[in-house]
Each structure stands twice: as C-alpha cells, then as structure tokens.
C-alpha cells in the first residue's frame, strides 16, 4: 500500500518540479537535434543513433537525478516523516526507482519514434532490419538506464555530500551501466536485446537487494 | 495489570544509547502517564532528541526496554497509530503544498482518502493555516512550517504526542499559540512529550517535568515538587510601613529560621522557616502576630523558588536520581 502512495507522489513530484517536462520534451529534442548536428550518419540510422546516445546519457541523469535527490532529502531528514509512520524503508527506495525508470522509459521511448519518424523521411519506411536496431537500442537503453538508477540509489544512501554523489554518479552510474553495450562493440552476431536484458535485470536486481539491506540498517 | 500500570502509557526503562564512542543515553528510566505533559528539559545534546527518537521507532540500537501501552517497543516496533511526532528538524520537499504534504502523510498513516479533506481542513483550523491550505511549504514563514509540522503529527488522531522543540523558531505570539494548542490537546486526554532547551516553555505547560543533562536523567518531578525541593524552607514576604522595628519578636516566632528586611519606601520582610515547618499553621501564627501587635501590612507573599534555580542547580552538576 505504502508502494503505491510513494510512486504517485514521486511522479507528482517530478510533474511539480518540471523534471519530467524536462525529460519528456528534452529527450526527444536531443533526437531531432541529431539529425539536424549529424545529417550524414554514414548509413546509420537515427533512430539507432539516438538510442546509443540516449542509452549513455539517460543512464547518467538517472543516476545523478536518483543519488541527489537521496542525498538532499537524506540531509534535510525528509524521511524522517515517512519512517515514523507505517511504512516500509525498501517501499521509499523502490517508489523513488520505479519513477525514474518509468519517466526515462516514457522519455526514451517518445525519443527513439522521432528517431524512426526522421528516417522514415530520410531513407524511407523503416525496414525490419532498421526496427529491429531501434528495439535493440531501446532494450539496450532501458537495461542502461536501470543499472545506472541502481547505482544512483547506492551512491544517494552512501554519500552525504550533494556535489560528491553527483561526481560519482556520473564515472559509476554512467559507466557501469554502458557494460550492456560492451558486447556490440566487440562481436558482430551477438543478439544485444537478449545480452542487455540477461546482464540488466540480475545486475540491477542485485544492487537493489544491497542498497534495500544498507538502507534498513541505516540510522536516522 | 494494576491501576498504576494501566495509567502509565510510557515507560522507560534503563534505556542507554551509544553513537560511536559518545554515551548519548546512559540508564534512562522514566514513566509518563496518561493525560499527563511531560516537559523534558536539558542543553543541546543532552540526549532529549535521542530519547524521543528511540520512542517514534527511528533509532532502534539502544539497550534497555521501552513499553508503550504495557507492550514492548521491540517486540511491537509500530506504534504510529497512537503516536504523532513533530521532529525537530525535518524538511519538506520543495514542491509540495500545504494541502498535498498533509493528504500524503495522511495516507501513510493509513487514513481513507474520504476522510482526509474534513480532516486536514480540521487540523489547519485548529493549528491556523487554513489560509495558507494551497501555498506551496517553501514560501511558508519559519512559524508556520512549525505549525505545519506539528499538523502531520495530529492527522491521524494520535493519543500520544511527541514533539521535540515544537515552540523552536517561533516568535513570542506563535510561541503563546502553539502553548494554547498543547495545552487544549492535554485536555482532550492528550499525553504530550515536549522537549525544549527553554525553561520558561516548560514551566509554563508541563505538569512532570524531567531533566537530562550529559545522557543522564537528573530528576523528574512536578514543577512544585522541583521548587519544593530546594528551599531550604518556606518563605513569607511582607510589605508594609515600620516593619523593622518588629524584626525581634517575629524572630522569635516558632520554626522561625532568620528575617531578612530590605527597606526602600516600604519595609520588605521575608521571614524564612525552618524546612519541617507546617507552613499554614506558620502562617496563621504569624497573622495572629501582626493582628495582635496591630501592624498593617500592604502585601503578604508565600515566597517559591523558581524553576529556574531547580534548573541551575542540576545543570550544574546536582545529585543525580
């Protein structure tokens, strides 16, 4: 029950804090702008293209945007009101996640059918090879993203400084979540959507079980 | 259960709390009972945080055993549902109105949606938002986020109120409000547990008051027993005209201990008692004095000790109980 209360009142939050304007609107920007920046993709198409980019910036702003808002509301003892009442830890933890991951899906997705929507104007009808990529990116994004807004959540319950869990967000939460692109990059057959789901989900499941342990022991 | 053990909402019991190499609680024992407002007083870092903390369920390592209504805080860690808590210092993220925060700190708490509106408008008029229901907390004066904080707190209709600095950072008409709002919430058999660093607050509403100095609970008793116990007797004060030349026979007066006189445009007599002294019968004795030798007096005054001077003398390293 506690779940539920927190997640609407974490997307509310960022619908009051224009985060999720920023991110909805921001995101799908950044397609069009590559065409616009990068018109000649040497084949690639902008869709693949704009996942790629996404896939390794949306990991990052989930982290930093996870991580500092844990840090902020840690230091001004906003759980403070939640703990004494009868709410679980974890359920803060989880509520806080799922909005995030759900924002940056909804984002990720409108970005990534700009991307097909540009090169269905500039090379034609997608083909199921140019969809396929686009899934593949999308996949690829969504496993990123969950990694790093894992990884985000450790470093928000870890560190006290704002500024510090921003930093470390950005080397950690960024870098760690690319290890789903890695085998792209370095083998040509290998079916990424499945890889990327097969290392995303234990992955993040994992840090989560860590950073759920840390919080309940954690003193307020 | 006996009649005392079921009057008793609160009890502590040789509850000790380390953080790290510090002793913030060493051995706190303490009862408060039902109805009762429980002033716990002590410098900053005292413990009196801690303590409350250990109470709401947000510090769970201490030793010793905390019963609320006879059940253990260890074996039933959630007591939400008969206890408020205005911490002292806590934030409210940025985006939040007045309305909003209360609608979820509501549902925490388990109340029904439908119930909530009538609730909060309740609550607000009781703790005087209402005009500010739909202002966002961030523009809210110092005042009245403390207000704000202590209307979570009575949302959900707690029997038990913790509240740890609740008249902190208010200026002297919101300090004089928030008195009143604790003072009618203990009429509606309220029981209240206030800290404060500020004497005057807790003499002002407390009816136990118990002070903690270094982790250490150095005394609790009722305002008068702490002013009862430190004079050394009884004092009476007289105010009238040629007073001094009466000095030797009130002197001489039983239990009688000495007679300070102080002289301005009045004689000011304080005639100090032995401390066994049946004070009334000391009192009678003496009008009886004065009406015999025919000296008219202006004012009579029975003389306490402040809560002040209680206060001082513990802090300065008086016995500990």
């Known amino acids: 029950m506690s779940f539920a209360i927190l997640f609407w009142d974490e997307l509310r939050g960022f619908v009051k804090s224009k985060i999720m304007l920023a991110l909805w609107i921001g995101m799908p920007l950044l397609a069009i702008l590559m065409h616009f920046i990068q018109p000649d993709t040497e084949g690639l198409p902008i869709s693949v293209l704009t996942g790629m980019l996404i896939s390794a910036m949306g990991g990052a702003l989930a982290a930093v945007l996870l991580s500092t808002s844990i840090v902020n509301e840690s230091n001004a003892k906003v759980y403070d009101l939640y703990l004494i009442r009868p709410v679980k830890r974890h359920n803060i933890l989880l509520a806080k996640y799922f909005a995030v991951i759900l924002n940056l899906c909804i984002a990720t997705i409108l970005s990534l059918a700009i991307g097909l929507l540009i090169d269905r104007f500039t090379i034609g009808l997608p083909t199921e090879q140019i969809f396929m990529a686009t899934l593949d990116s999308l996949v690829m994004s969504i496993a990123a993203m969950s990694i790093a807004s894992a990884i985000g959540i450790l470093i928000g319950i870890l560190v006290k400084s704002v500024g510090l869990a921003a930093i470390l967000s950005l080397y950690l939460g960024q870098q760690l979540s690319l290890i789903v692109m890695l085998p792209g990059v370095y083998f040509e057959n290998i079916n990424l959507m499945l890889f990327s789901a097969a290392v995303g989900i234990p992955l993040t499941i994992i840090i989560i079980l860590v950073e759920i342990f840390i919080f309940s022991k954690k003193q307020f | ?321």
């Open chain 2, 1 to 321: 259960m006996t009649n005392e053990k079921q009057k008793q909402i609160i009890e502590f019991t040789n509850v000790s709390k380390k953080y790290k190499e510090v002793e913030a609680l060493i051995d706190v024992s303490f009862v408060i009972n039902k109805g009762d407002i429980f002033g716990y007083i002590g410098h900053n870092g005292a413990g009196k945080t801690t303590t409350l903390k250990i109470l709401v369920g947000l510090i769970r390592d201490y030793t010793g055993d905390v019963l609320i209504a006879g059940e253990s805080l260890k074996s039933h860690p959630d007591f939400s549902n008969l206890i408020g808590y205005l911490p002292q210092d806590v934030g409210f993220q940025e985006w939040r109105t007045v309305n909003h925060a209360l609608i979820t700190f509501g549902l925490l708490s388990g109340m029904k949606k439908s119930d909530l509106t009538q609730r909060i408008l309740e609550i607000l008029e009781m703790v005087g938002l209402t005009d500010v229901r739909h202002r966002k907390i961030k523009y809210l004066s110092g005042g009245m986020q403390q207000k704000l904080k202590l209307a979570q707190a009575l949302l959900h209709d707690p029997q038990v109120l913790i509240l740890d600095e609740p008249m902190s950072g208010l200026d002297p008409t919101s300090r004089f409000q928030m008195k009143n709002i604790i003072r009618k919430l203990a009429a509606s058999e309220k029981t209240i547990l206030f800290s404060s660093h500020i004497l005057g607050d807790v003499a002002d509403i407390a009816t136990t008051i118990g002070i903690i100095k270094e982790g250490v609970i150095q005394r609790i008793g009722s305002p008068l027993e702490l002013q009862n116990e430190l004079t050394e007797g009884d004092a009476i004060e007289l105010v009238g005209h040629n007073l001094s030349a009466s000095i030797t026979k009130i002197q001489a007066l039983p239990n009688v201990e000495r007679v300070e006189l102080t002289s301005n445009r009045h004689d000011r007599l304080v005639v100090t008692y032995s401390t066994d002294t049946d004070i009334q019968n000391a009192t009678i004795l003496l009008m009886a004095f004065l009406s015999e030798n025919k000296i008219a007096i202006q004012n009579f005054n029975y003389l306490k000790p402040s809560l002040e001077q209680v206060y001082l003398k513990y802090m300065a390293g008086g016995t500990t109980q």
